[in-house]
DNA sequence: TGAGTATGTGAGTATATAATCACATAGTTA
DNA sequence: TAACTATGTGATTATATACTCACATACTCA
């Protein structure tokens, strides 16, 4: 049985993972692991409409992945937590498993 | 910019955030961290419907995060790779840091 | 063989998400 | 003040996701 307090653990690991499901928030990420950056560049670096982009931050905040300040025009977004990195260590670890896999399958046809 | 290597990547990696963005995946991933299950007990456990735990254990094993066997009658899944838990850790430390912010802000009010 | 059990799937519906365009807002600078 | 720039948002549309119910499949065991 779950208990309550597990349901809303649970709940709120989600909306995390949820925020992370698209590949333009992984780019986002990607970009500012070495610093934040303002809309314009991130935008510019992901490939994507500013408008298009600025709701997918607006995604990343509300699960608290990112924060942000105004700096004269700009708004300035950057990692609220760098602990997010490991996701990407994690990922890398699933990912490896399946090439090894699917390596395994290749030397077997 | 983004390399097409680059992009391929982050579609992958978006896909397995993608597959533990649901509460009841997350739910899976607790229950089997311990050992393999059935499906049966798996609905059981996440205190969801048979056919639609159904599909969400398919998202799982699509995305590369669940392997499964038949055994008579029941068909029984496991974490492919351990390693999956990371995220957890990695989430963990996210919340952590939810929760903090939340404590100052509620010490000023 | 026939009843029973565990699982998966088709079809339908409701809801959520993503993308785009046009426009509003806020700050800047001439 | 007026033109300009960066950003966010409303409205719309297309697509994806989640869930449910009924049913099909596959295996078990009497």
Known sequence: ?????KQLLFERQAEI?????HPVRIAVVNFLKDGEQCVCDIAEYVGAERSN?????????NAGLLSYRKQGLKVI?????????????????????????????LRAL
């Open 17 to 21: 993972a949820k925020a992370l499901s």
């Open 77 to 105: 977004y950057e990692l609220r937590c760098p602990c997010i990195l490991e996701f990407f260590v994690c990922i890398g670890g699933v990912l490896k498993q399946q090439v090894e896999a699917d390596r395994r399958l």
């Open 53 to 61: 982009v600025s709701r997918h931050l607006a995604v990343m905040v």
């Open 1 to 5: 049985m779950i208990t309550e307090e």
